[in-house]
Nanobody, 122 residues
Framework: QVQLVESGGGLVQAGGSLRLPCTAS????????MGWFRQAPGKEREFVAS????????YYADSVKGRFTISRDNAKNTVYLQMNSLKPEDTAVYYC???????????????WGQGTQVTVSS
C-alpha cells in the first residue's frame, strides 16, 4: 500500500512557474513508476508526465513537453513536477500516481493522491 500526498498548488499568473511535490509513504517508493495527471473542470483526467524507478527515463504529454519537468528523489520518497511557462489551459487539479509497472509509458496506475489545485490566470 502506498499513500500519496500532493502539495504546492496555488494561483499563478500566465507565464509563471510552480513546483508540485508529491510525497509517498512506505519503503518501496523506488520500485514504482510515478506519474502526474490532471483534470480540468468538465474534462476527463489526462496524463501529464511519468518517470521510471531510478529517474533515468521520463515521458511527457505533448501539451506540456518543453515546459514541465518530472523528477524524483528516492531518498525522500518524493516526486516533483516543475511547471514553467504556465498557461491558463494548464488550470486543473493535479494528481500524483504510482504504478507497479516497470514501463515508464504505462497508463495503469495503482495508487492515487487526493490532488492539488493549480489555477493559472490570464
Amino acid at each position: 500500500q502506498v499513500q500519496l500526498v500532493e502539495s504546492g498548488g496555488g494561483l499563478v499568473q500566465a507565464g509563471g512557474s510552480l513546483r508540485l511535490p508529491c510525497t509517498a509513504s512506505g519503503r518501496t517508493f523506488s520500485s514504482y513508476v510515478m506519474g502526474w495527471f490532471r483534470q480540468a473542470p468538465g474534462k476527463e483526467r489526462e496524463f501529464v508526465a511519468s518517470i521510471s524507478w531510478g529517474g533515468g527515463s521520463t515521458y511527457y504529454a505533448d501539451s506540456v513537453k518543453g515546459r514541465f519537468t518530472i523528477s524524483r528523489d528516492n531518498a525522500k520518497n518524493t516526486v516533483y513536477l516543475q511547471m514553467n511557462s504556465l498557461k491558463p489551459e494548464d488550470t486543473a487539479v493535479y494528481y500524483c500516481a504510482a504504478s507497479r509497472s516497470s514501463y515508464v509509458r504505462t497508463r495503469s496506475f495503482d495508487y492515487w493522491g487526493q490532488g492539488t489545485q493549480v489555477t493559472v490566470s490570464s
